[in-house]
């Protein structure tokens, strides 16, 4: 079962992603993340990768797809996989198109969450993350606190506040968002395979209830 996650920086499609995969077994597949390591090994394709992501700029689609195709040929995506973070172009996603037809397979729902600019802004703010490869877990100072001050809940390590996360480039990745990665919306709407998921900070729902809600909708 493929699952792809779309939605703005922030909306939580790490987290809720993430819950998605332990609940149906499947592997999370994280293009951010995945460029984090890549940066993280500081050589030539990091260095690159590291420019776009630190702008708060979209990674050429070429280098993208290149990455991401290889990564979707692992022999752990077979049973499917959640996919938070790709496609974000639509010549992505017919890319992704593409391989999956070769595959024999294709995207069973892309899940659409929504949330207000500001709202959105607001949470990246408070966002904290493990920065421990094998964990990665996902923090917000409002709704999602560690239970030790700054340290991750599973693993122990010191949080960070990602490079990536300040008010400038928030702002530049949500003008991304609208100009480009939105029109997902629209293709996957003609598809008839989007389902939308409508958030706001105020009723603050539980990345577990989202999680859940998805996974209903995708027993139907
Ligand atoms: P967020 O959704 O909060 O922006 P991600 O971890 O998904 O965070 O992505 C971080 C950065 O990685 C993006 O701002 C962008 O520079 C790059 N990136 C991630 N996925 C893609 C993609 N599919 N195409 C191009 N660039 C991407
Ligand atoms: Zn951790």
Redesign the pocket.
């Known amino acids: 079962m493929i699952v792809i996650m779309l ?5 939580g ?2 987290t809720v992603g993430n819950l998605l995969a332990e609940k149906l077994q499947i592997p999370h597949i ?4 995945i ?2 390591s890549y940066i993280k090994e500081e050589d030539e394709i990091g260095k690159q ?1 590291r420019n ?2 630190s ?7 070429e280098l ?1 797809i290149k990455i ?1 195709e290889k990564r979707l040929q692992e022999p752990d995506t077979e049973k499917g996989c959640i996919l ?6 639509v010549l ?1 996603a017919e890319s992704l198109d593409a391989l999956l037809k070769k595959q024999n397979r294709s995207v069973k729902v892309a899940v659409n969450l929504s949330l207000s600019d500001d709202e959105i802004v607001e949470r ?1 703010g408070k966002r904290r993350t493990c920065p421990n490869a094998d964990c990665r877990e996902i923090y917000n100072l409002d709704f999602r606190k560690p239970k030790i001050e700054n340290h991750c809940d599973k693993c122990g390590t010191e949080l960070i506040i ?1 490079e ?2 300040n008010e400038v ?1 928030i702002r530049k ?1 949500l003008e ?1 968002y609208h100009n480009i990665s939105e029109n997902l919306i629209d293709f996957y709407k003609h598809k008839d395979i989007l389902y939308t998921v409508k958030l706001n900070n105020e009723s603050n729902r539980v990345s577990s209830d989202i999680a859940k809600e998805i996974e209903e909708y995708l027993k139907k």
Not at 30 to 33: I, K, L, Q, T, V
Not at 84 to 89: H, K, Q, V, W
């Open positions: 939605g703005a920086p922030g909306t499609k790490g994280s293009s951010g993340e460029f984090r990768i776009y992501v702008e708060g700029k979209l990674v050429p689609d993208t991401l938070d973070g790709y496609p974000r172009t992505q990246i990602r990536d996360d480039t990745r991304n």
